[in-house]
């Protein structure tokens, strides 16, 4: 049966073709985020002279981070943003969890109608005036609050989280019972440890949608204080003055071209998620296979 595993000619051609397609779309994917980071460790004379455009630099410098870093817009946002990920994320996976749990029992009252409910808010919204309206009305107007609560559940996180919840065990839940658990101890001590897969990648999904959040920034913050950071690289991105942005001086940047700047700024917004990611993926690959089994 050997011979039947040897590759033709024709095989290996295709394999050569699949592989190097492969090798060719990754560079591709990842020059612009090496780009940045290049451009933001160059040497502005470096940058001068090569037109603006440099591929492999001949000095680096990491003066455009010190610069970032002594001006206070940038870690005040990236403070911002560290608080309404890690406070968000948790209220989100929190809530979700408390509303999938009880509607993935087929014998709860009322559960189609709930569920028909929130499909109904994937397919429809109520428009971003009325949603204004609700955050004004509510206080929330430059506060932290503006960008956890209006986006507190995910109906499509929620939904596969309720199958994630439905393809557990009954027996489990049903000998905890016997053995006098509640419905919130059955929940905290039996089902939260078995569903760390589907907490892992719904917290990943939360917890990147508040770090790249900028919508909701623009929508209720006036107070630059209070502005995460994606806003601020919002702001410097199209603002014609980095340095106005930033709150300094322009003598301040002038060893310093805006560009680098604003690369700079970019590869200290990306780094976390970076960083995070790879923790996460062997639970993400697991819980999004396993929450979509059933609907």
Same mark, same amino acid.
């Given at each position: 049966?050997?011979?039947?595993?040897?590759?033709?000619?024709?095989?290996?051609?295709?394999?050569?073709?699949?592989?190097?397609?492969?090798?060719?779309?990754?560079?591709? *994917?990842?020059?612009?985020?090496?780009?940045?980071?290049?451009?933001?460790?160059?040497?502005?004379?470096?940058?001068?002279?090569?037109?603006?455009?440099?591929?492999?630099?001949? #000095? *680096?410098?990491?003066?455009?981070? #010190?610069?970032?870093?002594?001006?206070?817009?940038?870690?005040?946002?990236? #403070?911002? *943003?560290?608080?309404?990920?890690?406070?968000?994320?948790?209220?989100?996976?929190?809530?979700?969890?408390?509303?999938?749990?009880?509607?993935?029992?087929?014998?709860?009252?009322?559960?189609?109608?709930?569920?028909?409910?929130?499909?109904?808010?994937?397919?429809?919204?109520?428009?971003?005036?009325?949603?204004?309206?609700?955050?004004?009305?509510?206080?929330?107007?430059?506060?932290?609050?503006?960008?956890?609560?209006?986006?507190?559940?995910?109906?499509?996180?929620?939904?596969?989280? #309720?199958?994630?919840?439905?393809?557990?065990?009954?027996?489990?839940?049903?000998?905890?019972?016997?053995?006098?658990?509640?419905?919130?101890?059955?929940?905290?001590?039996?089902?939260?440890?078995?569903?760390?897969?589907?907490?892992?990648?719904?917290?990943?999904?939360?917890?990147?949608?508040?770090?790249?959040?900028?919508?909701?920034?623009?929508?209720?913050?006036?107070?630059?204080?209070?502005?995460?950071?994606?806003?601020?690289?919002?702001?410097?991105?199209?603002?014609? +003055?980095? +340095?106005?942005?930033?709150?300094?001086?322009?003598?301040?940047?002038?060893?310093?071209?805006?560009?680098?700047?604003?690369?700079?700024?970019?590869?200290?917004?990306?780094?976390?998620?970076?960083?995070?990611?790879?923790?996460?993926?062997?639970?993400?690959?697991?819980?999004?296979?396993?929450?979509?089994?059933?609907?």
């Amino acid at each position: 049966m050997s011979f039947l595993l040897q590759k033709t000619k024709s095989d290996r051609f295709v394999d050569v073709i699949l592989y190097t397609s492969m090798v060719l779309f990754g560079l591709a *994917t990842l020059f612009p985020l090496y780009y940045v980071v290049v451009m933001s460790i160059t040497p502005i004379t470096e940058v001068l002279r090569n037109g603006g455009f440099v591929v492999i630099p001949e #000095k *680096t410098t990491l003066e455009a981070y #010190k610069f970032i870093f002594s001006s206070n817009r940038v870690p005040n946002a990236l #403070k911002i *943003t560290i608080i309404v990920t890690s406070v968000g994320t948790f209220l989100n996976i929190m809530v979700t969890m408390l509303l999938a749990y009880p509607l993935s029992k087929k014998f709860l009252p009322g559960r189609n109608y709930v569920l028909m409910g929130i499909v109904f808010t994937m397919l429809f919204s109520g428009g971003l005036i009325p949603l204004y309206l609700v955050v004004r009305a509510t206080h929330m107007l430059n506060t932290i609050w503006a960008l956890i609560i209006p986006g507190l559940v995910s109906s499509f996180n929620m939904l596969i989280m #309720k199958t994630y919840f439905e393809n557990l065990p009954a027996e489990i839940e049903e000998a905890a019972k016997v053995d006098g658990c509640s419905d919130m101890q059955t929940l905290l001590r039996i089902v939260l440890p078995l569903s760390m897969p589907i907490i892992a990648t719904l917290g990943l999904f939360y917890g990147v949608g508040h770090w790249n959040a900028y919508f909701a920034g623009v929508m209720y913050l006036t107070d630059k204080d209070m502005m995460p950071i994606q806003v601020v690289l919002r702001n410097m991105i199209i603002s014609p +003055s980095v +340095s106005q942005e930033l709150n300094v001086t322009s003598q301040d940047m002038q060893q310093l071209p805006p560009e680098t700047v604003k690369m700079a700024t970019v590869v200290v917004a990306i780094i976390p998620i970076l960083i995070i990611y790879p923790f996460l993926q062997k639970y993400f690959v697991k819980g999004m296979l396993i929450g979509s089994i059933k609907g």
